[in-house]
């Protein structure tokens, strides 16, 4: 509480700085300052939102964009500090180390490697169509962008939340190199570097390079253990080639290996899968203290029981090694039309390890959970949406996609009440899937003005998706006891004897019968839409209203399961978006502001869902919830009340509701959710920043600066704020409303010095400097429930060379 108060005064008094600066623009300003501000306004970024570069203050639609000064201000380096920059921009961490998006409320909260977000993400233009792809793509950038609401006509389906889009910094015209070094608690080094010039009179070449190291950070609170060191390094070369005075390509090869430990989890709740013989483990479990660093896990397997062993467990454990190459190519037809042609491969692979229960115990853990996705894009599309003074702007094109994501994952339960003599002690299960997915997309999009302040916008995207499974779930114990147990229902539920043999399917069909791999194809097609007119009343303004359409494609889970009815596949999802906006400089462009408000009409969101089983009792399945809405308002502001002062701040309300949905919650219960919030979307945001800047007598600079994160608090599931742990005398909880994540205030601070000639930097900086509690997911897995925090006060010092 005492942190809370802390953090609230830091915001009282970035608002009282900033109502105290604004009277005194009422006085004359020196002539040097009016020309500054004028030259160079507040807060004013070139984006791509439209495929094309224009300024941020001249998109009709929701932008939040962070150019390197930004990124490099306020020490963004890694994707949650992103998200904690965007107020309506949510990022949780799975069990599975699958990063969940969710923007405006929308989101799609699945933890296996082959299912579209609700966000999508792009380097370049070139897609990253599966979370995990972009893991380290945040270094070496010109800027990120970030796209509020529907964003399917532009970039695609599985852009109903919104599109973040990173764009790399380009080889230039004169050879530059530079470096970054931080060092920081747990003794982190974190260092980049770039070397950047031209090859040829007609080719150019930037080598760009990211690593870290940091020792463990997280402390067992049950034994003197420790997890959590980090270990990655990525690495990205583009090369651009003028070919002619018409035609020019650019090759972007990138990739990262990551060998970094998984996060591991606090265990908050212990609920016997057997509440009538729970086993001591359920009973005994120990929950997790309320400190950042603590958490508990698994350090060996079962010897010789099952795939774990003392050197294969769920002790997290990370490999993650992704690829991906882009080559674009830009040919103008005419001195005004330009074809452009990008060819997308991303590549990833991955043997991990994830202990799911947050104990020491094999409650539920997943020793292997390997992975690879083969991933072609192809986008072919005509424009002359980049010439300057046309009056009708237009873009035409197609694309195609295909992807291949294998995945195993190996869940192990020998401590579980779930493993006892009516399931044949079955102790570990394994799900094996394999999905081949096409897309086939065309797209019209255009700009026309009627007069110099009016402006309508239109554009449309038909997309045909098929996205073929194959799930087998097997037993490769050496005990071939789950073999035995489904033979066994085969016999008793099917009337039919089905010999099962280490590798065969084992999940129930329509029949009882085990034995046949599911194989499901799922056919979905969409259009998606929009329109909008923007109206700038003078140069300074504009104001926009926008109605849109996206879509999200069907999922299938990745799951053991019993039966083959839990594999069926969630529908695609829509979103049709109702927009207005405003955006306008003030006072010789000193002050920046833009505002928005929304209504989105969700339909068929996809969650997680629960079916309950008369065997294997409460399972996850993929679901879709009819109906719900969000209604938002959105603010942004920006102020250099003086020379070297610059104010910022960003809110955003939501009011998220689901009309129609009823259900089996995570306890068992059916439930009408009808009247409930949805996950990850708090009612008010906040983020806040002071950047101070004073010039010396020598011409260097220095600069002091902190900003604040705040969240109201939020569900992880569909209204979890409502939902209480049963009190049947075995289950055992922190807080039996389990689901509900408390609201917090981050606080972070940064001070410098910028020698003469801006070459050389160098800098102290804290993150979450008063070490606030702060949950960023909680998970329902099997019989317990777990959450995953935030990271704790971390500080250190930086140095950044420049060479030009």
Same mark, same amino acid.
């Given at each position: 509480?005492?942190?809370?108060?802390?953090?609230?005064?830091?915001?009282?008094?970035?608002?009282?700085?900033?109502?105290?600066?604004?009277?005194?623009?009422?006085?004359?300003?020196?002539?040097?300052?009016?020309?500054?501000?004028?030259?160079?306004?507040?807060?004013?970024?070139?984006?791509?939102?439209?495929?094309?570069?224009?300024?941020?203050?001249?998109?009709?639609?929701?932008?939040?964009?962070?150019?390197?000064?930004?990124?490099?201000?306020?020490?963004?380096?890694?994707?949650?500090?992103?998200?904690?920059?965007?107020?309506?921009?949510?990022?949780?961490?799975?069990?599975?180390?699958?990063?969940?998006?969710?923007?405006?409320?929308?989101?799609?909260?699945?933890?296996?490697?082959?299912?579209?977000?609700?966000?999508?993400?792009?380097?370049?233009?070139?897609?990253?169509?599966?979370?995990?792809?972009?893991?380290?793509?945040?270094?070496?950038?010109?800027?990120?962008?970030?796209?509020?609401?529907?964003?399917?006509?532009?970039?695609?389906?599985?852009?109903?939340?919104?599109?973040?889009?990173?764009?790399?910094?380009?080889?230039?015209?004169?050879?530059?190199?530079?470096?970054?070094?931080?060092?920081?608690?747990?003794?982190?080094?974190?260092?980049?570097?770039?070397?950047?010039?031209?090859?040829?009179?007609?080719?150019?070449?930037?080598?760009?390079?990211?690593?870290?190291?940091?020792?463990?950070?997280?402390?067992?609170?049950?034994?003197?253990?420790?997890?959590?060191?980090?270990?990655?390094?990525?690495?990205?070369?583009?090369?651009?080639?003028?070919?002619?005075?018409?035609?020019?390509?650019?090759?972007?090869?990138?990739?990262?290996?990551?060998?970094?430990?998984?996060?591991?989890?606090?265990?908050?709740?212990?609920?016997?899968?057997?509440?009538?013989?729970?086993?001591?483990?359920?009973?005994?479990?120990?929950?997790?203290?309320?400190?950042?660093?603590?958490?508990?896990?698994?350090?060996?397997?079962?010897?010789?029981?099952?795939?774990?062993?003392?050197?294969?467990?769920?002790?997290?454990?990370?490999?993650?090694?992704?690829?991906?190459?882009?080559?674009?190519?830009?040919?103008?037809?005419?001195?005004?039309?330009?074809?452009?042609?990008?060819?997308?491969?991303?590549?990833?692979?991955?043997?991990?390890? #994830?202990? !799911?229960? *947050?104990?020491?115990?094999?409650?539920? @853990?997943? $020793?292997? =959970?390997? %992975?690879?996705?083969?991933?072609? &894009?192809?986008?072919?599309?005509?424009?002359?949406?980049?010439?300057?003074?046309?009056?009708?702007?237009?873009?035409?094109?197609?694309?195609?996609?295909?992807?291949?994501?294998?995945?195993?994952?190996?869940?192990?339960?020998?401590?579980?009440?779930?493993?006892?003599?009516?399931?044949?002690?079955?102790?570990?299960?394994?799900?094996?899937?394999?999905?081949?997915?096409?897309?086939?997309?065309?797209?019209?999009?255009?700009?026309?003005?009627?007069?110099?302040?009016?402006?309508?916008?239109?554009?449309?995207?038909?997309?045909?998706?098929?996205?073929?499974?194959?799930?087998?779930?097997?037993?490769?114990?050496?005990?071939?006891?789950?073999?035995?147990? #489904?033979? !066994?229902? *085969?016999?008793?539920?099917?009337?039919? @004897?089905? $010999?099962? =043999?280490? %590798?065969?399917?084992?999940?129930? &069909?329509?029949?009882?019968?085990?034995?046949?791999?599911?194989?499901?194809?799922?056919?979905?097609?969409?259009?998606?839409?929009?329109?909008?007119?923007?109206?700038?009343?003078?140069?300074?303004?504009?104001?926009?209203?926008?109605?849109?359409?996206?879509?999200?494609?069907?999922?299938?889970?990745?799951?053991?399961?019993?039966?083959?009815?839990?594999?069926?596949?969630?529908?695609?999802?829509?979103?049709?978006?109702?927009?207005?906006?405003?955006?306008?400089?003030?006072?010789?462009?000193?002050?920046?502001?833009?505002?928005?408000?929304?209504?989105?009409?969700?339909?068929?969101?996809?969650?997680?869902?629960?079916?309950?089983?008369?065997?294997?009792?409460?399972?996850?399945?993929?679901?879709?919830?009819?109906?719900?809405?969000?209604?938002?308002?959105?603010?942004?502001?920006?102020?250099?009340?003086?020379?070297?002062?610059?104010?910022?701040?960003?809110?955003?309300?939501?009011?998220?509701?689901?009309?129609?949905?009823?259900?089996?919650?995570?306890?068992?219960?059916?439930?009408?959710?009808?009247?409930?919030?949805?996950?990850?979307?708090?009612?008010?945001?906040?983020?806040?920043?002071?950047?101070?800047?004073?010039?010396?007598?020598?011409?260097?600079?220095?600069?002091?600066?902190?900003?604040?994160?705040?969240?109201?608090?939020?569900?992880?599931?569909?209204?979890?704020?409502?939902?209480?742990?049963?009190?049947?005398?075995?289950?055992?909880?922190?807080?039996?409303?389990?689901?509900?994540?408390?609201?917090?205030?981050?606080?972070?601070?940064?001070?410098?010095?910028?020698?003469?000639?801006?070459?050389?930097?160098?800098?102290?900086?804290?993150?979450?400097?008063?070490?606030?509690?702060?949950?960023?997911?909680?998970?329902?897995?099997?019989?317990?429930?777990?959450?995953?925090?935030?990271?704790?006060?971390?500080?250190?010092?930086?140095?950044?060379?420049?060479?030009?």
């Amino acid at each position: 509480m005492r942190n809370i108060r802390r953090t609230v005064l830091v915001a009282s008094t970035a608002m009282g700085l900033a109502g105290i600066a604004q009277p005194a623009f009422a006085a004359p300003a020196p002539a040097a300052e009016t020309v500054a501000a004028a030259e160079a306004p507040v807060g004013e970024i070139i984006v791509t939102a439209n495929k094309r570069s224009e300024s941020i203050s001249k998109v009709g639609a929701s932008v939040a964009a962070f150019d390197t000064t930004l990124l490099d201000k306020r020490s963004i380096v890694r994707l949650d500090e992103l998200a904690k920059a965007v107020p309506n921009l949510a990022l949780a961490p799975s069990t599975h180390g699958t990063p969940v998006f969710t923007l405006r409320g929308i989101g799609f909260n699945s933890d296996s490697l082959g299912v579209y977000p609700a966000v999508s993400l792009s380097l370049d233009q070139a897609p990253m169509p599966f979370p995990v792809l972009a893991g380290h793509s945040l270094y070496d950038l010109e800027r990120v962008e970030v796209l509020k609401g529907p964003q399917g006509t532009l970039f695609g389906q599985n852009s109903t939340g919104g599109a973040i889009n990173f764009v790399a910094a380009k080889p230039t015209k004169e050879l530059q190199a530079g470096f970054n070094l931080d060092y920081g608690r747990f003794n982190e080094v974190h260092g980049s570097m770039f070397v950047s010039g031209p090859v040829s009179e007609t080719v150019g070449m930037r080598l760009a390079i990211d690593a870290m190291h940091r020792d463990d950070w997280q402390y067992n609170f049950t034994r003197d253990d420790k997890n959590g060191e980090q270990n990655y390094i990525a690495a990205r070369l583009i090369t651009d080639w003028q070919a002619s005075d018409r035609l020019k390509f650019e090759l972007n090869v990138n990739g990262s290996v990551d060998r970094s430990d998984p996060q591991a989890l606090q265990i908050i709740a212990s609920l016997p899968s057997n509440p009538a013989a729970p086993t001591p483990e359920e009973l005994n479990a120990p929950l997790a203290p309320r400190n950042l660093r603590a958490a508990n896990w698994s350090n060996s397997g079962r010897r010789g029981v099952g795939t774990q062993s003392d050197t294969e467990s769920a002790r997290p454990r990370g490999n993650r090694k992704i690829f991906q190459a882009f080559l674009r190519g830009d040919y103008n037809v005419t001195d005004t039309v330009t074809l452009t042609s990008i060819t997308t491969y991303n590549h990833l692979k991955q043997n991990m390890a #994830f202990d !799911l229960d *947050g104990s020491q115990y094999e409650l539920v @853990d997943n $020793p292997r =959970g390997d %992975g690879t996705i083969d991933d072609f &894009n192809q986008e072919l599309r005509i424009s002359n949406a980049s010439a300057p003074g046309e009056r009708f702007r237009w873009t035409l094109g197609a694309n195609y996609n295909h992807s291949k994501v294998n995945e195993l994952q190996i869940i192990t339960y020998g401590a579980n009440s779930l493993s006892n003599a009516g399931t044949n002690f079955i102790h570990e299960s394994n799900v094996q899937n394999r999905g081949r997915m096409d897309n086939y997309a065309v797209f019209a999009n255009g700009e026309y003005d009627i007069n110099d302040k009016l402006t309508f916008k239109a554009g449309i995207r038909y997309t045909s998706s098929k996205n073929k499974n194959r799930m087998c779930g097997s037993d490769t114990t050496g005990d071939q006891q789950l073999s035995a147990l #489904f033979r !066994l229902l *085969g016999n008793l539920l099917g009337g039919k @004897d089905i $010999p099962i =043999g280490p %590798g065969d399917c084992i999940s129930l &069909n329509a029949a009882n019968l085990p034995g046949d791999p599911i194989n499901i194809t799922l056919k979905e097609d969409n259009v998606s839409w929009r329109a909008g007119l923007d109206f700038k009343p003078s140069s300074t303004t504009l104001i926009y209203a926008n109605i849109s359409r996206g879509y999200k494609a069907g999922a299938f889970p990745v799951i053991t399961g019993a039966t083959q009815e839990v594999f069926k596949p969630a529908k695609q999802e829509s979103v049709t978006s109702y927009e207005a906006g405003v955006k306008t400089r003030l006072m010789n462009n000193a002050i920046s502001l833009s505002g928005a408000v929304f209504y989105q009409d969700y339909r068929d969101k996809q969650i997680q869902g629960t079916v309950n089983t008369a065997l294997f009792g409460l399972l996850q399945r993929l679901d879709n919830v009819p109906k719900s809405h969000i209604f938002g308002v959105e603010a942004d502001v920006a102020i250099r009340p003086t020379a070297g002062l610059t104010l910022s701040g960003s809110m955003s309300y939501l009011k998220t509701k689901v009309d129609q949905y009823s259900g089996i919650t995570v306890f068992g219960d059916q439930k009408d959710f009808a009247g409930s919030r949805l996950p990850f979307a708090p009612s008010w945001s906040l983020v806040g920043d002071i950047d101070y800047r004073v010039p010396t007598a020598a011409g260097g600079e220095v600069f002091v600066g902190a900003g604040i994160n705040y969240r109201t608090y939020q569900d992880a599931y569909i209204a979890g704020s409502q939902l209480q742990i049963p009190d049947n005398g075995v289950n055992r909880w922190i807080d039996r409303t389990a689901f509900r994540i408390e609201g917090y205030a981050l606080v972070d601070a940064r001070m410098g010095y910028t020698f003469p000639g801006d070459k050389l930097t160098i800098s102290a900086w804290g993150k979450n400097v008063f070490n606030t509690f702060n949950v960023q997911n909680k998970i329902s897995y099997n019989n317990i429930i777990t959450q995953a925090t935030g990271m704790p006060a971390t500080y250190g010092v930086s140095l950044k060379v420049r060479f030009k």
